[in-house]
């Protein structure tokens, strides 16, 4: 199942000097790094990142994250996905910018 992360652009190119990152500073406050399914990325993006017009979108498999993955009910009681580790470049599909138009993020189609 593909799950996506979402990172402001100087967030991305640190994880891409570095090739691995904890995530983001609430990734890190909470110990885990935050994912969304598809369905869940769109409110994500509403509640966590509203305006913000500098953002990649991240697509990762979630089987090959292991283990460390973890699904646990978070906002309305939803399972989200959460990795209880470092997230490594070589896991990233794909990274695209994540445009915001007329104050809404546009996410790509056929996100699945």
């Given at each position: ?24 500073p609430v990734d890190e406050a909470d110990g885990f790094i935050h994912f969304s399914t598809a369905a869940q990325a769109a409110e994500t993006a509403a509640k966590h990142f509203a ?62």
């Open positions: 199942m593909r799950i996506y992360k979402i990172l402001r652009a100087h967030e991305w190119a640190a994880f891409q000097a570095q090739g691995e990152t904890a995530g983001a305006g913000a017009d500098d953002l990649m979108l991240l697509t990762l498999e979630s089987e090959a994250l292991g283990p460390d993955l973890k699904w646990e009910p978070s906002r309305g009681g939803a399972l989200f996905p959460h990795l209880y580790g470092p997230l490594r470049l070589a896991d990233v599909i794909v990274a695209q910018d994540l445009p915001l138009i007329d104050g809404a993020h546009s996410f790509p189609e056929g996100m699945e």
